[in-house]
């Protein structure tokens, strides 16, 4: 699958570090949310992402949103991870890609690593920004002026 800007989000669902269900459509129709595809728990580029969100988390809250996290790591390595960092938003896991074929995201580095990839989707379930880049950096910043501009 392969999804745009102005696509409806699809649905997902999913276990995060605590145990607990997630399902979008509990969501969508509430608020915002910023789903954010990453390699690898405790990876220094996707550390440095988790808590850049953590660390930007109540922007984006005042913004309405809610942040979730995917990788194909087990739901233990994803407690170990929000737990050491602090994380305050949930992490899913996505053991059998299913999440990620989903959203199309795309693999990076000569397809040997999964790709890093920001969808973030407006409180009617569309979604607004769909941002690919191997680097960190720039998802925070790219989402946060998504939902500043819905």
């Known amino acids: 699958?392969?999804?745009?800007?102005g696509d409806p989000a699809p649905h997902f669902s999913g276990i995060d570090q605590d145990g607990k269900n997630f399902d979008s459509k509990e969501h969508i129709g509430k608020h915002p949310l910023v789903v954010y595809f990453y390699p690898k728990d405790f990876t220094?580029?996707?550390?440095?992402?988790?808590?850049?969100f953590r660390d930007q988390y109540?922007?984006?809250?005042?913004l309405g949103a809610e942040v979730i996290g995917i990788s194909?790591?087990?739901?233990?390595?994803?407690?170990?991870?929000?737990?050491?960092?602090?994380?305050?938003?949930?992490?899913?896991?996505?053991?059998?890609?299913?999440?990620?074929?989903?959203?199309?995201?795309?693999?990076?580095v000569f397809g040997l690593l999964p790709g890093r990839e920001t969808f973030v989707i407006d409180k009617q379930g569309k979604i607004?920004?769909?941002?690919?880049?191997?680097?960190?950096?720039?998802?925070?910043?790219?989402?946060?002026?998504?939902?500043?501009?819905?």
């Open 128 to 150: 607004i920004l769909k941002f690919n880049d191997l680097k960190a950096s720039g998802h925070i910043r790219k989402a946060k002026k998504a939902l500043k501009l819905e």
């Open 72 to 108: 194909a790591d087990s739901k233990k390595s994803h407690q170990k991870f929000s737990d050491k960092h602090n994380l305050p938003f949930r992490l899913l896991s996505d053991e059998d890609k299913k999440l990620q074929k989903k959203f199309g995201v795309k693999k990076s």
């Open 1 to 5: 699958m392969n999804l745009n800007e």
């Open 44 to 52: 220094p580029g996707c550390t440095q992402e988790a808590c850049q």
């Open 58 to 62: 109540e922007d984006f809250k005042e």
